[in-house]
């Protein structure tokens, strides 16, 4: 889906992400996931102060009242999202919609436990970063692990007619979301890993596996507690990324971004 007329650039962001909300919540496997994650959590959510960190349609602010949460703080910077989650959440006394953003609330009492997803296509490159910036500590937060796993594939396992090898050779360097998605990619090894509150490097490089191939894949994995929650491919809120291999190194970097981190993607030995 693509707005095609012009708007001012606070309103395109603001409908930009109520369109984005179609596909995240058309993703059913990944609802699944996160309820599945809440249940298995209801222990620490039954009579907790919860926050829900960018809370969209606010589903998942509704899932943490129903198991039993004594107050929610449905926390969302998007005015039209939040005008929703207010109408949509307010049948539950126990959830408060709060317009702000998640750096800048300061709840008025302390916070058992945190839900959030602010996990991109390439792990850290949405809004992960804002769970540094938060300006109260709470006890518990889920999810609180991801990955960025990658396989490496030869090409003709993918190619067709119209993308062919030659077509990816001239794409080197680029990073492509989406490009072969009607097709299952295993994803076999991690190259990239966040922990809730432990330092994440904003310049990783990684050397890949002796594994022949001409296509490399990257996927998200979001898990918590070392296990697995949801992943590309399996959730198709988040594409594989693809790119023609051109080396044996590479290295990502992070940078601010206007919405999201912005990714720097480069081949450290390129082959040409
Ligand atoms: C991927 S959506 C997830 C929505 C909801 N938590 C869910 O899982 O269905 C991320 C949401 O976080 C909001 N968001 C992103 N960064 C935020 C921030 N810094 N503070 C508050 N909300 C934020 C976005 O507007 C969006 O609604």
Not at 27 to 50: F, H, K, M, P, T
Not at 166 to 191: C, N
């Amino acid at each position: 889906m693509d707005i095609m007329n012009r708007l001012s650039p606070e309103r395109f962001r603001e409908v930009d992400d109520v369109l984005a909300f179609i596909s995240i919540y058309d993703d059913v496997e990944r609802a699944y996931a996160y309820r599945q994650l809440l249940y298995s959590l209801q222990g620490l959510i039954q009579n907790a102060v919860c926050v829900e960190a960018g809370c969209g349609f606010g589903w998942f602010s509704a899932e943490m009242a129903r198991l039993g949460a004594r107050k929610v703080y449905a926390v969302e910077q998007n005015a039209v999202l939040v005008e929703m989650a207010r109408e949509r959440l307010a049948e539950f006394p126990q959830i408060e919609v709060i317009h702000s953003p998640i750096q800048d609330f300061i709840p008025p009492e302390p916070v058992d436990f945190l839900l959030h997803e602010f996990y991109g296509q390439l792990l850290y490159d949405e809004d992960l970063h804002y769970l540094n910036q938060l300006k109260f500590q709470p006890r518990y937060v889920a999810p609180n692990g991801g990955e960025l796993l990658a396989g490496i594939y030869p090409a003709k396992d993918f190619t067709d007619s119209v993308v062919t090898l030659d077509v990816l050779q001239r794409l080197d360097g680029v990073l492509i979301s989406g490009l072969f998605d009607d097709t299952e990619a295993e994803l076999t090894f991690p190259v990239m890993r966040w922990r809730y509150g432990q330092p994440f490097d904003l310049e990783q490089s990684y050397r890949l596996p002796e594994v022949s191939g001409e296509l490399l894949a990257f996927g998200v994995q979001i898990s918590h507690d070392e296990r697995p929650v949801c992943r590309a491919g399996v959730c198709e809120n988040w594409s594989y990324v693809w790119t023609y291999r051109s080396g044996e190194a590479f290295q990502f970097t992070f940078y601010p971004g206007q919405a999201g981190e912005e990714v720097g993607f480069t081949w450290l030995d390129p082959a040409h």
